[in-house]
């Protein structure tokens, strides 16, 4: 399954995915609804409020990349500020585009710091499974 999340400071949301079997879910525009508590650990897990909106395309389901390539890009424009966003695009479709605070309050006196991940990020499975990248770029743009 593949799956966007995007983090508002202990706030996880899912953004975007791949429409699993049987999906009922649909995105909306509007306030982000799949978001979890990533901090303290006492609370992880449980559901939080983000003040992040969504602005989804016209067909915003992620296709599985189980069956070949998929070219995600994402533009990125991170901080804490109410006119950062992050937009997802799929073989050049536009996904979603989120605006809010963006990552996490820095600490007093240190610098906002950029983190992107990719990668396998799931319990374990008695399985294997390969995650090829081609090609990743950051951009001062």
């Given at each position: 399954m593949l799956y966007v999340t995007v983090q508002d400071e202990n706030c996880r949301c899912l953004?975007?995915?791949?429409?699993?079997?049987?999906?009922?879910?649909?995105?909306?525009?509007?306030?982000l609804s799949k978001c979890k508590v990533t901090y303290p650990k006492k609370n992880?897990?449980?559901?939080?409020?983000?003040?992040?909106?969504?602005?989804?395309g016209k067909n915003p389901?992620?296709?599985a990349p189980s069956?070949?390539?998929t070219e995600m890009r994402y533009l990125i424009k991170a901080g804490r500020e109410k006119?950062?966003?992050?937009?997802?695009?799929q073989d050049g479709r536009?996904?979603?585009?989120?605006?809010?605070?963006?990552?996490?309050?820095?600490?007093p006196g240190t610098k906002i710091k950029t983190k992107f991940k990719i990668g396998?990020?799931?319990?374990?499975?008695p399985s294997t499974d390969v995650l090829?990248?081609?090609?990743?770029?950051?951009?001062?743009?």
């Open positions: 953004i975007a995915s791949a429409k699993a079997p049987n999906q009922t879910f649909k995105w909306e525009k509007g306030a992880e897990g449980h559901a939080c409020t983000s003040a992040l909106v969504a602005r989804y389901w992620l296709d069956s070949g390539w006119r950062d966003f992050i937009e997802v695009y536009f996904i979603v585009r989120v605006s809010g605070k963006i990552g996490y309050v820095p600490k396998h990020y799931r319990d374990y499975m090829e990248v081609d090609s990743v770029r950051v951009s001062p743009r």
